[in-house]
């Protein structure tokens, strides 16, 4: 099983992106969220967390090996618990997913089945089922540090999660927790470890 490429971005499109890697090229499957990443970096070394899935028929012996890509392992972690809620799959998902995960992450723990819905291919009922089955299973990604690059994005969700978790132990709700990581990350401040983000929340809190 392929989890990951690394090469050279050939091109990109509206739901593909072109990986050269020596004299072999691969065509990985993307959502729009990561398409919008990668713009402007034609040409340049990249790596893809991936995914494999075989997609056609398999009574009509018609199964076509596909490979769908991702920057972070987090995002690929998401797309997977997505693509699990009944009457959704790889396709729908991909169609779906235009916002970046923590957005859709936020929709589904809230349980937002109307901001869910005004996603392409997403229905009330769809919205309903990806509610009930994932509601639980949000807030790690709700939490997700929007950055340009992948490895500093990857680094500050394990302290960012840690830190909720930590939070949380401390008698702070979800939703609370939540909103002091997001009050404390609105300062620009990228700390090093829980000890030192929480001594920002509090110090924020104190002010």
Same mark, same amino acid.
């Given at each position: ?53 075989? /997609?056609?028929?398999? &009574?009509? @012996? ?5 490979? +769908? *890509?991702?920057? !972070? ?35 589904? /723990?809230?349980?937002? &089945?109307? @901001? ?5 291919? +997403? *229905?009330?009922? !769809? ?6 089955k994932l509601r639980r299973k949000m807030s790690r990604f709700a939490l997700l540090v929007a950055s340009d690059t992948p490895s500093e994005s990857s680094a500050d969700s394990d302290v960012i999660a840690e830190t909720f ?43």
């Amino acid at each position: 099983m392929i989890t990951k490429l690394t090469g050279e971005l050939v091109s990109t499109d509206r739901e593909r992106a072109a990986v050269a890697i020596g004299a072999l090229e691969y065509e990985v499957l993307i959502p729009d969220f990561v398409r919008r990443q990668l713009e402007g970096k034609v040409g340049q070394s990249i790596s893809l967390h991936t995914i494999e899935y075989l /997609e056609g028929n398999p &009574t009509q @012996g018609r199964l076509i090996p596909r490979i +769908v *890509g991702f920057l !972070t392992t987090v995002e690929r972690e998401f797309f997977e618990q997505f693509c699990s809620v009944d009457g959704v799959g790889v396709r729908k998902a991909l169609r779906a997913m235009v916002r970046p995960v923590r957005d859709v992450a936020v929709l589904i /723990e809230e349980q937002d &089945t109307k @901001g869910l819905s005004t996603l392409p291919g +997403v *229905g009330a009922a !769809t919205a309903e089922r990806i509610v009930a089955k994932l509601r639980r299973k949000m807030s790690r990604f709700a939490l997700l540090v929007a950055s340009d690059t992948p490895s500093e994005s990857s680094a500050d969700s394990d302290v960012i999660a840690e830190t909720f978790a930590a939070l949380t132990m401390l008698g702070h709700t979800e939703v609370d927790a939540r909103h002091l990581i997001d009050r404390a990350l609105e300062q620009k401040k990228k700390p090093k470890d829980v000890e030192s983000f929480l001594q920002l929340i509090y110090a924020q809190s104190r002010g």
